[in-house]
Every structure is written in structure tokens, then in C-alpha cells.
């Protein structure tokens, strides 16, 4: 009896599937592919938004037919005849070979155009001052993941002289961040994807499409922010446990705020003076530094006790909003620090994010007492200035 | 293989084993080479294993129905997702296609039995024998958790120390041999014993396609076998295939993987695409619409399947030119796949449809398979691709195409041939709620997936966070997983009860479909021994061209009924091949194997013992059992030209086959 | 049993073909690309050879080439201990197949003895993606010559108990339809591994 119903209904259903469809695509989402922020975003856009039309009409087409004869064809049981016999229609099977043949071809023409443009390399040198010294960089990040977070390396000389051979024993770069990928507006940014372990795939829908970072392999990648934003990213190429929460965010600034970070980025970690933050140190010191980098206490180049020896670099983390790979807010909604989370994740971080710690992959519990945890804590918010209120207001994922 | 020779020796009787007796009980299903009988049974355990992945799949939409779900945890839910696809590819889709050739195939082509009956058994039990031990892992507390892709490094010793995908390798490389084997049994079949006069242009477009699917499997198989070798000896004995640390490229495996994976895709929907093409003429009262180019299709896809395998890559850094390439490959498959929709709905156009459930879930099929086709074309595009690729997107575009398009087909299957298998229908009323709720809940899954893909919702994420817009859609889809199971649970009770129904009601008749090709000659259920005398075939569809003729107006009018024209299943004379009990006793050492591979060695001993001794017995076993079922020498008047012999006394002669 | 004779020389059946006969075909048509897979493993690997030897810097090419011809007699010694069984000539037919079997296993040696050699000047299984290809490769078709041999030996045995007969010289056919793509694929691999150019360190 229902089947009877939906029968009458299905046409309904459909077109009430579409409507919902429409309306799911208005909501809020930050990682949407089809609101694209930059240039390269939008002519991925460009070019499939015909053929989501292209699909669309030939959806109506078999739909409609099928609709059709659904209606027509049906057995009404009025004569026991046959239908006419037709075998088959050597005109009819030539059409429907070469006609979707034609269009196959013709969206293949464009999607070759796009493809190679794509593919193509438009940078031109942003001139920085890096030391007191006016310098033009060649705009080129090299992206690294890991289980499971994403390190950005800035090297102000270029990428060129930079032997990129193997992953986990990097040559030092000016900056090191994590997670969050700092760029100037109005200018293409190449990337240079490469991972420390197994595959990753970097992604930022609002900017670009995803390439996978393959250990030892170098892919060349680029992305490009037309105004100052946000864009949320996370890691599409399942790389374990916490493939899930290995996030990211790129972070498009004004060419004036992108000069402002790299003077304060390249600044070394200040001496703390209050003093639980001096004890922080030396528990720092002691425990954090096996894996962690801050410039100006440890040695950028010596690696962490981790299989990929690296370990997200601290010296500024005040400055970035999130931590752990993306997935928490440093700061609460009115600017303050998220202590709850961050004491969790230095009290036992393997039950905040899963990770197999044993297997010296991921952030292991410490061991540390809560005083020591509040001394941490005191120094890590030594670390990098605080960003600005609006920051972090629209970094929050987690409302 | 070369004791062969022993075995055919004329007059030199081998009693040192003899071969199981009788046709009843469990011990007559342990033992069996009728290849009907295997049929059912790879159909009876995909449908388990069906009820296991579905089950998993339900677990995923529990998780993931909420923001930061917490009913599976991480290490959890990616055991789940990998063992969900794992299992609805190789053990619930393949094996269905495989219970429709094994149990159907032989009756298309109007023969007695397979080329090989006793490798038939040894597919099926091997098949078995690794799905159980895959799925063992479940029970032994270590299932593999690297994705069915299995993805390197990430599935290497470093990345995946515990025996997970140990179980997952040595998993897929035992239902590898079954699959092989399968293959070689089936493509022999089909090229060797059609009845007289079947040419290969009168074949059914299902004999065709899984005729296609064999060749696919026969040259898809060696491949990711190598692939698993080497990821097998990179785990277990330190080889450096896939370790980047020593220079190795893990891109390896993708090719080596997709290569097999690609083909692997058209082996799950060929199948489907065969089956609907008896079914839709059948309903439609008209014969299929252009059949050379149906066939010819079906081709094209065996041919360009081996051809687009790195779409699968296009963002992996394989460089632009190959990307180039590959997007506009898959592009022109839609081709041959836009040929098969349009000839089904120019076989139902102008017909006079009947829509009972077989038919209705073939209609299903056509216009699911033309969405998943439509989302496939979407990311043939090379650079849209990069968006929707390992997103939702792709999980709703597979979807469309493996369960609107393949496990739909197979329903329409059931429908169409339980009369044929069982001997009675299927209740049409349950079947229609099947069907709706099936088709509905489907819909309510995977359609807004499309969305979530779009709005960037990555694949294999165990959780996401609120906030990115992912929680209405989730939830909707997990809703509608559930009104899926609410179907597959109507098929249930509709085999059930229809059973028990049949039990108080006259059998069903040898026609009740008015269908067109040979196995409906046999009487229903199919008799042990299928056709009581071969079929002499003239045209394409057979049987329907035996019931009816055109006047001379073209006006279709009956010149025979159904009864007249079936078989009634009475001969008694028809020799057939004896029982085994060496396919069962030969898969049931594999998984031993398995386990000593992964665990200790000495557990491979009695694997390799059970082998050895089956391989031992099934050579000396007698070639015959003169006490055997139906085992009165074929008087040889019902295989005139010795086409046919393969089936009947020499059926076992020549089993003796090269398995190394 | 006449039937099955019939049947064996491929009277009658779809193809004109046997169907063991076929069946081999076709499974040597499943080989192809389980060595084209391993062939192609080799090719991207055979300059990754990381800190270990390099193929150029290891290869024996005139030991292999003689192992190599060798290998190819045995081709020759199939079809001739075929055609004398072809002809009843069960004498002959053992002393061929014997005679396969032997440079099989001759074969067989060179490899172990190259193995071995390899071993001793630092080329494990392990030691790099090259290594680990080139074993494996070659390891393959050394299982595949073996197998082929434990087929020699048993139609020998057979011939011995009196079963192989001119009537059944189609099973000899099959096993040298097995024997000569194995050999077949070593032309491939030998080309393949020793006579392209391979890179020095």
C-alpha cells in the first residue's frame, strides 16, 4: 500500500531532494568547494560549475525519459499483444555513440585548458625586509606533514639551493610554523608538498584543490587569497589514527601585515622573567625539548625523538590560534587562553588526540605534576604575542 | 598435474579413494560440484557476509550521525570502514556475481555443468576459507585498519605494526586464488561447452558480461597479487618496496593497486549490468535493444577499464601529463556506459512493462547507475577533481555506482531467478517494500553525501568537529542507512516466509516470467542434472523464439506454451560428476598458512599438509563413482558432436586440470 | 573413456581446443601479467640501489648468459621429448623429458650459485629497493622453473609406470606449454635485468 504512494509520489520526492540539496549548500562551511577565495579556486570553480550543468541536463534527460516510460510503458493490461518488436536501430546506437562522444570531447578540450593552467607556475617576487635587508622572495612554502599535524617552512633565499632529499633532516628555515600557513594577499604562493612519514594530502578548498604530500616526493602545489581570511584545510588522504584531526588553516594577510609577521616571526624566543615561567623553562628544558623546537633555547636542526623527527616548532606559538594539529582553539572566545584545553593536552595528550605515542608517533602523556603542567603553561604563553581579537573570533570552528 | 595421466589411463581403475556417495544433508554440500549447488552457496555466504558489512556500515553512520561522535573511537571506526569496504567488495559483491555465473552460466550456454567442477568447489571453499580468516581478525582482536586501498607506508611495518594488514594481505591473496581460478573455470566454460549452435553472438548479454568479468578478473588478479606479495614482504621480511627511507617510491603501490582496482570496479558492476539486461527485455516484452552493441559496450568498458586506472591519482603528484591523460581516458568510457543506459531505455520505450520487483530494481539500477555515472564524468575533470576527490563526493559518486548499480542488479537477480533456484517466488508484495525502502533509505544515504562531499567533508575522518556545517546531512544520512536495513530486512522475511508459504502452495511453473533464455528450459527448481537433452540453439533468446513467432503482419503471436516447450526434468540417464571431498579439505589449509605466516610458522605445517594431501587425493581420487548419482553411463545419444562430453562421463577426465 | 580422448584432443568444443588445454592458455595469460608486474616493479627499481651494490656493479652477464642458454635448451628438449611421444616413441620421450628436467635444474643452480654469490658480495633481500626487486623477480621464476621440473618428474614417473601413452601425449603438450613461457618470460627478465644497461654506482 505505501509502495503505492511513493510510486505516485516519486517525482515529489526528487524535486523536494533538490530543494533540501539547495539548501543544504547555503549552510555555514568553511571548508566548502564551491565558495572559492582566490583566483585558482575560482577557475577550478569555473570550470566545474558547466559541468555540474552539463550533468545536470542530461540527469533531467534520462530522468525525464525514464519518467516517461515509467508513465507511458507500464502493462495496462488492456490487450494481451505484444509491443512492436524492435531490435535495435543502427542509426539510433551510431547518435547515441558519437553524440556523447562530441561533448565528451568538447569538456575535455576545457578541462585541459584548465588543467594545464592549473598546472602552470605564475609567481612573481614579493620584495620583504628580512634582517633589516630588502630582499625579493620567491613566494614558495615548502609544506611538510607528519602524523598528524602540517609544518610550514619559509625560506627567504628561495627553495632552489635547498636540498629537499630527505624530509626529516630539513635545512633550517627562517620561519617554522605549524599548522597555520601565513600568506601575503594578492600574490600566488607556490607550495612545495612533501611528508616525514606516509601520505598526507594538503588541502585548502577555498584557495585550491588538494595534492597529496608523498614522502620523498616533492609536489609542486600553489594557492592564492584574494582578500585577508581565514581558510580552513584538513588533511584528505587517510595517514592513520588521527587522520581525522590533522587540520589546518591558511591565514591571508595584507603584503603590510605578512611584513609585520615576518619581523616578528624571525625574532628568537624571549628570555621569560616572571618566575613560574622560568621554572616552565626549565621544565621545558627538560622534558619538551626532546621533541620541541623555540628558537633561541634549543638547536633548530636536531631533530625529535619521534619517527619523524620533527615535532611542531613552539617559538611563536602565542601568535597561531589553534594547536594539536589544528583541531584546538588556543584562545577562548573573548581572547583568553584556552588553559582547560591546554593543560589537558600537556597532562596526557593521547586521550585529547589518539595517537600511538608508544610508537613514538604523536604527543605521549608527560608525566608531569600540575604544577609543573601551570609552569608550562606560564611559559608557553611567553611565546609569540597574542593575535588580535578578530583573529581569533574567526578561527573559532568550535562554538 | 601431469598425474593426470594416471587418472585418464583407460581401464585402470584408482579405488584407492573413493568419492563421497549421495545427495543429502550437510555432507552432500561439503562435498558438491554441481556448480548450482556452489552457486547458492557462494550466494548464501555473500548474503552473510552482507549482513556483517552492512553491519559495519551501520556503526559508521552511528558514529558519524553526531559532531564528535564517540560510539566507535578512532583506532575503531578505521577497522571498521576498512573491513566495511573490503568486505562489500570482495566478499558480498564479487561473490553474489559469482553465485549468478556459477549457478546461471552454465544454463545460458545450455550446458550440464562447468568445465571444471571440482576447481568450481575449490573456488567457492577458498573463497570461504578467506573471507572467514579476513574477518577472524574481528575475533583475534587485530582487523586491519589501513583502508581497503591499503595505502603505503602507511600499511608497512612502521606505520601498521600490529597484524592488521597481515590479515588483509594474506586475506585478499587467498580469495585472490579462489577469484583466479574462478575466472580460468568460467572463461574455459563459456569458450568450450556452448550448447550447438550457440554461437557467441546468440549468448545472452549476462553470458557476455560475465564472460567480460572473468577476463577482467584472469588479467586484474596477477596484478594486485604482486602488489601484496611485495607489501607482504615488506612487513614480514624487510624487503624495501614501499619504504621511502631507502629510496622507494610509495606510488608503487597506487599503480600496482589501481591497476588492479580500476578493472576491479567494472567486476562488481558488469555483472549487474548483465543481469538487468535479461531482466528489462523480459518485462518489457521486447527483445534487448541493439545487442551487437550492448555486446560490444560491455567490451569496450572490459577493454578501456585497463586504461584509466590513475584517475585515482590525479592528485598524488604523478605529474601533469599523465593526469592529462587519464582525465580525458575516463571521460570516453562514459562513453560505452552512456551506450548500455540508452539501450535499456530503448529496450523499455514502446514496450508494455510489467513492474514486479525484479523489474523495478532494475529500473533502479538504470536510473542509480546514471547518477553515479553523471558524478562519475564530474571528476573526470581532472582539476574539479582535486576538490572533490577523498571527500564525500566520492564516497556518494561509488556509492551510486556499486550499490545503486551493482547490488540493486543483483536484487533484481533474486527476484528474477529464485523461481528457477528454489523453486517458488518471492512474495511480490514484501519485495515491493523492499524495494522502496531500499531504494528510499539509498537515496537518503548516499544523495546528500554529495553535498557533504561538496561542502568539503573529507573521506575516513572518524569524527568532525560542529561548525563546518556537517551535522544536519549526517545525520539525514545516517537516518536513511538505517531505513536501508529496514529493506535488506523485508528481503529477509521475504525469503523466509516465502519459503514456508511454498510449502502449501502448487510449485510455480516452469515459466512464470515469460523469459527468453535457456535456463528456463530446465523445469523449476533446476534438476541435478539441468537439461534432460541439450539444447539445439538457433537464435539469440532461445526459448522465447521456441514459444513465440511474428505472422505476417509482425504481430508476435504463441505457438507454443511454456509447458510445451520446457524440459520436465525426468531424464535419469544423464552421467554426472561425483562429489569431492578434496576442494573443501585443500581451502581448509590456506588459512592455516595464513595464520602460520602471520603468528609462527609452525602453524603453516598442517596448512601445507592439508594441501599437499588434498592435491594427493584429488589426483588418485576415481575419476568416477560408478554408484554415484545419476550414474548410469551416458548412452551417448544426447551429446552428438562430443561438444558436450566435458559435462557428462569425461566431465572428470578432464577436470584433472593444470593447478600446478 | 573414449570420450575423454576425444575431448583431449579438442574435438567438437567451442575453440577447438582441449579444455586442459585451454584452461592453460588462459592461465598463462593470468602469468603474463603476474611477471609484468614484477618486471615493471624491477624497471623503476633497478636504480635505487641506496647504499648498496649496484646492479652494473654485480651482474656476472656471461655467467647468466650461459645459464640463460641453458635454459632455452630445455625449450628444445620439451618439443622433442613431445614430438618422440607424439610419434609412441616412449623411450625417447623419457630420455627428453629427463633431459629438460636436468637443464631445469641446471638453471635452477646457476641461480642458487648467483643467489649465493650475490649474498657474499652485499646484495641482500633487504639491503635496497633494487635488491628486493631483483630477488623477488628472479626469485618468482625460479619457482616457476621448479614447479615446471616437480611436472617433468612426475610425467617421468608416469612414463615409468607405463601410463604416459602416445593416447595421452596432450598432458606432455600442456606441461610444455607451462615449460616454454616460463622460458619465454626469462627471455623478458634476462633482457630486462642483464642486457639493458644497468647503472654503476
Known amino acids: 500500500m505505501i509502495p503505492r504512494i511513493l510510486r505516485a509520489g516519486r517525482p515529489a520526492v526528487l524535486v523536494g531532494g533538490a530543494l533540501l540539496a539547495l ?19 575560482r577557475s577550478i570553480d569555473s570550470l566545474s560549475d558547466p559541468i555540474f550543468i552539463i550533468a545536470g541536463i542530461v540527469f533531467v534527460i534520462i530522468f525525464g525519459a525514464s519518467g516517461l516510460i515509467w508513465w507511458k510503458f507500464r502493462d495496462d493490461h488492456s490487450t494481451d499483444e505484444f509491443p512492436t518488436q524492435i531490435h535495435g536501430n543502427f542509426r539510433a546506437e551510431i547518435a547515441w555513440t558519437i553524440g556523447p562522444a562530441v561533448l565528451m570531447a568538447a569538456i575535455g578540450v576545457f578541462t585541459l ?41 619559509y625560506y627567504f633565499d628561495g627553495l632552489d639551493g635547498v636540498d629537499l632529499s630527505d624530509p626529516r633532516h630539513l635545512p633550517p628555515a627562517d620561519i617554522v610554523t605549524a599548522n597555520q600557513m601565513v600568506i601575503p594577499t594578492g600574490s600566488e604562493i607556490g607550495l612545495s608538498i612533501t611528508s616525514r612519514d606516509v601520505i598526507h594530502s594538503f588541502w585548502i578548498p577555498a584557495l585550491n584543490g588538494k595534492r597529496d604530500a608523498v614522502p620523498r616526493r616533492i609536489s609542486p602545489w600553489k594557492i592564492e587569497a584574494d582578500v585577508p581570511g581565514f581558510y580552513f584545510g584538513q588533511c584528505t588522504e587517510f595517514c592513520g589514527l588521527s587522520h581525522a584531526r590533522m587540520q589546518m588553516q591558511a591565514v591571508a594577510v595584507t603584503p603590510v601585515d605578512f611584513q609585520a609577521w615576518v619581523d616578528e616571526q624571525m625574532q628568537p624566543a624571549a628570555e621569560p622573567t616572571d618566575a613560574a615561567a622560568q621554572r616552565g623553562l626549565a621544565v621545558f628544558e627538560g622534558q619538551c625539548t626532546r621533541c620541541h623546537v623555540v628558537n633561541g633555547v634549543n638547536d633548530p636542526g636536531k631533530g625529535a625523538d619521534l619517527v619523524a623527527n620533527a615535532a611542531p616548532n613552539l617559538t611563536h606559538l602565542m601568535s597561531r590560534t589553534t594547536f594539536a594539529g589544528g583541531i584546538f582553539g588556543l584562545y577562548e572566545p573573548d581572547g583568553s587562553l584556552n588553559r582547560t584545553q591546554l593543560e589537558a593536552w600537556l597532562r596526557n595528550a593521547p586521550a585529547e588526540k589518539p595517537a600511538y605515542a608508544e610508537g613514538r608517533r604523536g604527543m605521549p602523556a608527560m608525566g608531569l605534576s600540575e604544577g609543573q603542567i601551570d609552569d608550562v603553561v606560564a611559559y608557553l604563553q611567553t611565546l609569540g604575542a597574542r593575535p588580535d581579537m578578530e583573529v581569533i573570533a574567526a578561527t573559532e570552528v568550535h562554538p | 598435474m601431469s598425474d593426470t595421466i594416471e587418472l585418464a589411463a583407460p581401464g585402470r581403475p584408482l579405488g584407492v579413494y573413493t568419492r563421497p556417495r549421495g545427495n543429502t544433508g550437510w ?58 569496504g573490503v568486505t562489500m567488495v570482495f566478499l558480498v559483491i564479487m561473490p553474489l556475481a559469482a553465485a549468478f555465473a556459477n549457478y546461471l552460466l552454465p544454463l545460458q550456454i545450455g550446458a550440464r555443468d562447468v568445465a571444471f567442477p571440482r576447481l568450481n568447489a575449490l573456488s567457492y ?15 583475534l582482536g587485530d582487523s586491519p585498519d589501513g583502508g581497503w586501498f591499503a595505502y603505503a607506508p602507511n600499511t608497512g611495518a612502521v606505520f601498521s605494526p600490529g597484524h592488521g594488514m597481515d590479515y588483509y594481505v594474506l586475506g585478499l591473496q587467498i580469495m585472490g586464488i579462489a577469484s583466479l581460478v574462478s575466472a580460468m573455470n568460467l572463461i574455459v566454460t563459456v569458450l568450450n561447452m556452448r550448447a550447438p549452435g550457440m554461437t557467441l553472438f546468440k549468448m545472452p548479454v549476462m553470458t557476455w558480461m560475465i564472460l567480460v568479468v572473468q577476463f577482467l578478473l584472469l588479467f586484474a588478479v596477477p596484478v594486485i597479487t604482486v602488489a601484496l606479495f611485495l607489501l607482504m614482504f615488506d612487513r614480514n621480511y624487510g624487503a624495501n618496496f614501499f619504504n621511502p627511507e631507502m629510496g622507494a617510491d610509495p606510488l608503487l603501490w597506487q599503480h600496482l593497486f589501481w591497476i588492479f582496482g580500476h578493472p576491479e570496479v567494472y567486476i562488481l558492476i558488469l555483472p549487474s549490468f548483465g543481469i538487468i539486461s535479461e531482466v528489462i527485455p523480459t518485462f518489457s516484452r521486447k527483445p534487448l535493444f541493439g545487442y551487437p552493441f550492448m555486446v560490444f559496450s560491455g567490451i569496450a568498458i572490459g577493454f578501456m577499464g585497463w586504461g584509466v586506472w590513475a584517475h585515482h591519482m590525479f592528485v598524488s603528484g604523478i605529474g601533469p601529463i599523465s593526469v592529462a591523460a587519464f582525465s580525458i581516458s575516463t571521460m570516453f568510457i562514459a562513453v560505452p556506459t552512456g551506450v548500455k543506459i540508452l539501450n535499456w531505455l530503448a529496450t523499455m520505450w514502446g514496450g508494455k512493462i510489467k513492474f514486479t520487483v525484479a523489474m523495478l530494481f532494475a529500473f533502479g539500477v538504470v536510473s542509480m547507475f546514471t547518477i553515479g555515472g553523471l558524478s562519475g564524468v564530474t571528476h573526470s575533470v581532472a582539476p574539479a577533481d582535486t576538490q572533490q576527490t577523498d571527500t564525500y563526493y566520492i564516497v556518494a559518486h561509488f556509492h551510486y555506482v556499486i550499490f545503486g548499480g551493482s547490488l540493486l542488479g543483483i536484487f533484481a537477480g533474486f527476484y528474477f531467478w529464485w523461481p528457477k533456484v528454489f523453486g517458488h517466488l518471492l512474495s511480490e508484495k514484501l519485495g515491493k517494500w523492499n524495494f522502496w525502502l531500499m531504494i528510499i533509505g539509498f537515496n537518503m544515504t548516499f544523495g546528500p553525501m554529495h553535498i557533504l562531499g561538496l561542502q568539503g567533508m573529507s573521506r575516513r575522518i572518524d569524527s568532525y568537529s560542529p561548525g563546518f556545517g556537517f551535522e544536519f546531512w549526517n545525520m539525514f544520512a545516517s537516518i536513511g542507512s538505517f531505513i536501508i536495513a529496514l529493506g535488506v530486512l523485508m528481503f529477509v522475511i521475504n525469503v523466509v516466509t516465502s519459503a514456508r508459504r511454498a510449502r502449501h502452495e502448487p510449485p510455480v511453473g516452469p515459466d512464470p516470467w515469460d523469459a527468453r533464455s535457456l535456463e528456463w528450459f530446465t523445469p523449476n527448481p533446476t534438476p541435478v542434472h539441468n537439461f534432460d537433452e541439450l539444447i539445439q540453439v538457433d537464435s539469440l533468446d532461445e526459448f522465447w523464439h521456441r514459444k513465440y513467432a511474428e505472422d505476417e503482419n509482425g504481430r508476435v503471436v504463441r505457438v507454443a506454451s511454456a509447458e510445451e516447450v520446457c524440459q520436465d526434468g525426468s531424464a535419469t540417464d544423464v552421467h554426472l560428476p561425483s562429489p569431492s571431498y578434496w576442494p573443501v579439505v585443500m581451502a581448509a589449509g590456506f588459512p592455516f598458512v595464513g595464520f602460520g605466516l602471520i603468528y609462527t610458522l609452525w602453524v603453516c605445517i598442517p596448512g ?53 | 573413456m573414449a570420450d575423454a580422448a576425444a575431448v583431449d584432443h579438442g574435438h567438437g568444443t567451442g575453440t577447438g581446443l582441449s579444455n586442459n588445454k585451454l584452461l592453460m592458455w588462459v592461465f598463462l595469460g593470468s602469468e603474463c601479467l603476474l611477471f609484468g608486474g614484477l618486471i615493471s616493479t624491477y624497471l623503476i627499481y633497478r636504480s635505487r640501489y641506496a647504499d648498496g651494490p649496484a646492479p652494473g656493479d654485480i651482474f656476472d652477464i656471461p655467467f647468466t648468459s650461459v645459464s640463460s642458454f641453458i635454459l632455452l635448451m630445455s625449450s628444445l628438449t620439451m618439443v622433442l621429448s613431445l614430438s618422440a611421444l607424439q610419434r609412441g616413441d616412449i623411450r625417447n620421450n623419457r630420455v627428453w623429458l629427463l633431459a629438460t628436467a636436468l637443464l631445469g635444474s641446471l638453471f635452477i643452480g646457476g641461480q642458487v650459485y648467483e643467489f649465493t654469490t650475490f649474498l657474499r658480495e652485499g646484495l641482500g633481500y633487504t639491503t635496497s629497493p633494487f635488491s628486493s626487486a631483483f630477488f623477488t623477480l628472479t626469485g618468482f621464476h625460479g619457482i616457476h622453473v621448479s614447479l615446471g621440473i616437480v611436472m617433468l618428474v612426475s610425467l617421468i614417473i608416469s612414463s615409468f609406470r607405463g601410463t604416459l601413452t602416445k593416447e595421452r601425449s596432450e598432458t606432455v603438450e600442456i606441461v610444455g606449454l607451462y615449460w616454454h613461457f616460463v622460458d619465454v618470460v626469462w627471455i623478458f627478465i634476462f633482457t630486462v635485468i642483464y642486457l639493458v644497461p644497468s647503472p654503476t654506482s
Not at chain 2, 547458492?40 to 552492512?54: K, P
Not at chain 2, 576415481?622 to 548412452?635: I, L, Y
Open chain 2, 125 to 139: 571453499w577458498v573463497f570461504l576459507a578467506g573471507g572467514l580468516f579476513l574477518n577472524m581478525s574481528w575475533l
Open chain 1, 113 to 153: 585548458f584548465g588543467h594545464f593552467e592549473l598546472n602552470g607556475e605564475d609567481r612573481h617576487d614579493i620584495v620583504l625586509n628580512v634582517d633589516d635587508v630588502s630582499i625579493s622572495w620567491d613566494p614558495e612554502i615548502l609544506v611538510v606533514g607528519q602524523q598528524w599535524w602540517w609544518e610550514f617552512r
Open chain 1, 23 to 41: 539548501a543544504g549548500c547555503a549552510a555555514d562551511a568553511p571548508l566548502d568547494t564551491l565558495k572559492p577565495q582566490g583566483p585558482i579556486s
Open chain 2, 27 to 84: 555432507r552432500d554440500w561439503i562435498t558438491t560440484v554441481d556448480h548450482k549447488k556452489i552457486g547458492i552457496l557462494y550466494g548464501a555466504t555473500a548474503m552473510f557476509f552482507f549482513g556483517i558489512g552492512g553491519l559495519e556500515a551501520l556503526l559508521i553512520r552511528l558514529q558519524l550521525a553526531t559532531p564528535d561522535g564517540t560510539v566507535l573511537g578512532a583506532d575503531t571506526y578505521n577497522r571498521v570502514f576498512t573491513m566495511h
Open chain 2, 608 to 660: 601445507a599438509l592439508l594441501i599437499l594431501m588434498a592435491i594427493y587425493g584429488w589426483i588418485f581420487e576415481p575419476t568416477d563413482d560408478p554408484d554415484g548419482p545419476h550414474g548410469h553411463p551416458a548412452d551417448g545419444s544426447s551429446d552428438h558432436d562430443g561438444a558436450q562430453a566435458p559435462s557428462e562421463a569425461a566431465g572428470e577426465t578432464v577436470e584433472e586440470a593444470p593447478v600446478g
